[in-house]
């Protein structure tokens, strides 16, 4: 079997480091191909000798450009490696630009796409991460998804779910294995007080930082935490709209608000797991600050990681001035909110993401499902059908008896994933069945 991985960003190649892991461990044959959506110092070589990976073996090189124009780029160079390599399987992480060129170009090659943390859904159009996650999620054959809210989502959408595979986010098997590498290469922690509550900022999203009220609330809100030592590596565009809003003064002339320039991804995640408290707008962060059990708090009103949110180790609040201060105060001095936050128990899964995607992958391959053919013969219409199950059956054996698919299982008004061995007696479920 020969698998292509398609990277291009910083976050993709984090999540993927526990999956190229466990490839090589299997001797399965792989390639990587990495587009170039970043390609600054970080992305070059060193990044992937910091992290104990293997360099590229294809780089498409696209560079900088309006999203059409990488994706277009993306897609040309892509289509080029995989009908020269052949691939058995196409795998894509997460919701970039390479991510939907990737899932499109494998699409349209017949070649089947395994969609590593697929179902992620913000509901929010206007972010370019939902169009490329929801067009690679239609392209894609196999999904591996973080929790079953995601799946859910996917079912919801049209996916069967026997193409669904529950493995948790391969975020945590990242963290584990990236911050023994960060504990042994950086030396941030030595440059932090530990005399002080310390709390880490990431801010980088265009609705955060191109919006002058909205910057302008949040900075505000900065302001009012005296007591908290803030660490802020500031992304180029926040800089430049700050200085541009005349903030970045009201900042720096602050001296519990240290500015610094963007910082490398091991020592981001030392100085996270260091911090009594992170703010962000960023989603894969969400991920991190729950796994390294730091209780997070999130400058944006919606979030495609609503499961951080309901296990309590996230608080949504937005560009609410008011809101940011009164949350960040109350998690402070509110010890038992505090201690939850901390403690609140990770929906992303136990570190095992990684092995359960290549256990999934390995058992279609041999069981011939992951072929993309044309139909045979004509199966008929498909009835949708809600009905109660009255006798005691799981969702295996219902499936084998009535020669259909259980799309849904509802448990009273919850919607639940139809795992195998679900016993479905005085449950109502949604099915398929061909006619």
């Known amino acids: 079997m020969k698998i292509a991985i398609i990277i291009g960003t910083r976050p993709e190649i984090i999540k993927m480091a526990p999956v190229l892991d466990e490839i090589e461990k299997r001797g399965i044959d792989y390639i990587l ?17 910091d992290l104990e990976l293997k360099t590229p073996d294809f780089n498409i090189g696209v560079g900088s450009g309006s999203h059409g124009e ?26 970039t630009n390479a991510v939907m060129a990737g899932a499109i170009v494998g699409g349209k090659l017949h070649i089947p796409v395994g969609h590593v943390e697929a179902g992620l859904r913000s509901y929010d159009k ?45 975020v945590v098997d990242a963290c584990i294995r990236n911050l023994k590498i960060a504990k042994k290469q950086s030396n941030i922690a030595s440059n932090l007080d530990p005399e002080k ?37 500031v992304h180029p565009r926040t800089v430049k709209n700050l200085k ?26 030392l100085l996270l797991s260091n911090s009594k408290l992170v703010m962000t707008d960023s989603g894969g962060i969400q991920e991190e600050a729950i796994t390294l059990n730091v209780p997070c708090i999130t400058l944006r009103y919606n979030t495609e990681r ?37 403690n609140a128990l990770n929906p992303y899964g136990n570190g095992k993401a990684s092995e359960r995607i290549i256990d999934a992958i390995l058992n279609a391959h041999d069981k011939n499902e992951l072929n993309i053919k044309m139909p045979e013969n004509i199966k008929g219409n498909v009835v949708h059908s809600l009905i109660k199950i009255n006798t005691d059956i799981n969702v295996s054996e219902y499936e084998n008896r009535e020669n259909a698919i259980v799309k849904i299982v509802y448990e009273g008004d919850l919607a639940r994933f139809p795992y195998p061995q679900l016993n479905l007696k005085n449950k109502f479920i949604i099915l398929d069945k061909f006619q």
């Open 33 to 49: 191909i990495h587009t170039g959506q970043h390609y600054d110092h970080e992305m070059s070589d060193q990044f992937f000798l």
């Open 70 to 95: 990488q994706t277009a780029l993306m897609m040309k160079g892509i289509e080029n490696v995989l009908m020269s390599e052949k691939p058995d399987l196409v795998m894509v992480q997460g919701d």
């Open 126 to 170: 206007t972010m370019p991460e939902e169009i490329n996650r929801v067009v690679a999620d239609a392209c894609s054959k196999i999904y591996f998804v973080p929790t079953e809210e995601s799946a859910i989502n996917l079912i919801f959408e049209g996916i069967t779910p026997h193409d669904i595979f529950i493995t948790g986010n391969t």
């Open 197 to 233: 509550e310390l709390l880490t900022l990431t801010m980088h999203r265009p609705e955060n930082v191109d919006n002058t009220q909205r910057l302008q609330n949040i900075v505000d809100a900065l302001l009012e935490f005296k007591n908290l030592d803030i660490i802020f590596p």
């Open 244 to 269: 541009n809003f005349s903030l970045y003064q009201k900042l720096k002339e602050k001296s519990h608000i240290k500015l610094i320039k963007p910082i490398g991804y091991l020592d981001f995640l």
């Open 306 to 342: 609503p499961e951080t949110v309901k296990a309590g180790g996230n608080i949504l609040v937005g560009a609410d001035k008011e809101k940011i201060i009164n949350s960040v105060n109350e998690i402070l001095s509110n010890h038992n909110l505090y201690n939850r936050m901390q």
